[in-house]
């Protein structure tokens, strides 16, 4: 027979097990890709696979050794589908095209005080980041 403190201590990690489930999916429908759903040697596994079979030209935006590998996590466009009733988390990696050259910036806000009203403004942009060419005509 099955002792009753087993049986409590096999449903608490069952509790745990489904709580983490639950915080990764949340974290996949917010955009964030969860250590817990693809932990970083995997993620570095994957990234070499990709690298390999990119072709000529195209790269990925920072290369995958261990000490960038947090930037897969947080500067991902993640999001979830279904497909026949299967939950899928769909990753998108931008890629960098190596014949454009282009200069790469992040786009940073800062609150400007206007002193008429005491206030502070600040304009948030679309986009995280700003593609300018060399010769500064063309911006993406």
């Known amino acids: 027979m099955i002792s009753i ?4 201590m096999s449903l608490l990690n069952l509790a745990t097990d489904v709580s983490r489930f639950e915080l990764t999916l949340f974290e996949l429908a917010g955009g964030f890709l969860s250590y817990d759903l693809v932990d970083p040697s995997n993620k570095k596994n ?5 690298k390999i079979h990119l072709t000529f030209g195209l790269r990925l935006p920072v290369e995958p050794e261990v000490v960038n590998l947090f930037l897969y996590y947080i500067k991902l466009n993640v ?4 497909i026949h009733e299967q939950l899928f988390g769909v990753i998108k990696i931008p890629l960098i095209n190596q014949q454009s050259i282009y200069d790469s ?5 800062f609150p400007v005080h206007i002193k008429e009203t005491n206030l502070f ?3 948030v942009p679309e986009a995280e980041y700003l593609l300018t060419d060399q ?3 063309n911006t993406h």
Do not use: A, G, V
Not at 5 to 8: A, G, K, R, V
Not at 79 to 82: K, L
Not at 105 to 109: A, D, G, K, N, V
């Open 5 to 8: 403190h087993i049986l409590i």
């Open 121 to 123: 403004m600040s304009i």
């Open 79 to 82: 999001h979830i589908t279904e």
């Open 46 to 50: 994957i990234l070499d696979e990709i």
């Open 105 to 109: 910036y992040e786009i940073s806000t």
């Open 135 to 137: 010769d500064r005509k």
